[in-house]
């Protein structure tokens, strides 16, 4: 079905409307574990996520970067098994967690002022996990100006269990009809990208939801989405 371009509220970019004034960002991480607190963060991948001229959500950049572990950190052999990583490699391109942090989140403060939004929130298949990794990483660096919403995030597992009844990244993507490399799984940047695709697949098809939604809270009077104000930032 075609659908026109959704119109944003009054006085709000699409961005904005589309997501209450968030800015989607998706974000994968690679590690030396499972515990935030304790196990290495050993790759960061960010996909910006925006609109094209017909009002359909796609791809943006990619933002990638290998990150050194930090001092202390655990590194589980069997994480690196699955990611195929070598943190020690002499040619291995790493930063500094607080470098590689400051990089990633000059970009996005730079999508959200394009965009109109007010702040980032995390997507991610199963979000909670990289979410869990970056605050940790933000902590461990004292970092000031992290562009992303502390808590609340987007799950692509969950919308794909909900759009698509499959919940495993290779066999969503698989069963919504996008490309799945296997031999390239497990890089930040390859599983940052898919997820991304897969978040933009299922947003699209929400499109009439989203519009009869628009059109109804127009009929109660609102001008933008309730609790927009920054004190009220939860999802």
């Not at 943190?87 to 959200?112: G, K, N, S």
């Not at 940052?192 to 109660?220: G, M």
Request: hydrophobic content about 45%.
């Amino acid at each position: 079905m075609n659908l026109p371009p959704e119109e944003p509220a009054a006085g709000m970019s699409a961005m904005a409307s589309r997501f209450r004034g968030f800015l989607p960002v998706v974000v994968d991480v690679e590690t030396g574990g499972f515990n935030a607190a304790t196990d290495a963060l050993l790759e960061i991948a960010a996909v910006l996520i925006e609109f094209d001229g017909h009002g359909v959500l796609q791809r943006g950049a990619t933002l990638c970067y290998h990150v050194q572990p930090f001092e202390g950190a655990r590194i589980e052999p069997a994480s690196l098994q699955v990611n195929g990583i070598d943190p020690f490699h002499p040619l291995r391109p790493a930063l500094p967690e607080r470098d590689a942090l400051q990089r990633v989140f000059r970009e996005i403060r730079h999508a959200l002022k394009t965009q109109g939004c007010r702040r980032a929130i995390l997507v991610g298949h199963n979000a909670a996990f990289d979410l869990g990794f970056l605050n940790a990483a933000v902590r461990r660096t004292d970092f000031k100006r992290n562009p992303f919403h502390p808590f609340s995030c987007f799950d692509t597992a969950t919308l794909a269990g909900a759009a698509l009844g499959q919940t495993v990244l290779a066999r969503a993507v698989q069963i919504a009809g996008l490309d799945w490399d296997s031999s390239s799984a497990h890089s930040a940047r390859y599983d940052a990208e898919r997820t991304a695709d897969l978040f933009c697949l299922v947003c699209n098809r929400l499109r009439a939801s989203f519009a009869e939604a628009q059109a109804r809270a127009q009929a109660l009077g609102w001008v933008s989405a309730p609790g927009e104000s920054a004190a009220e930032e939860e999802l």
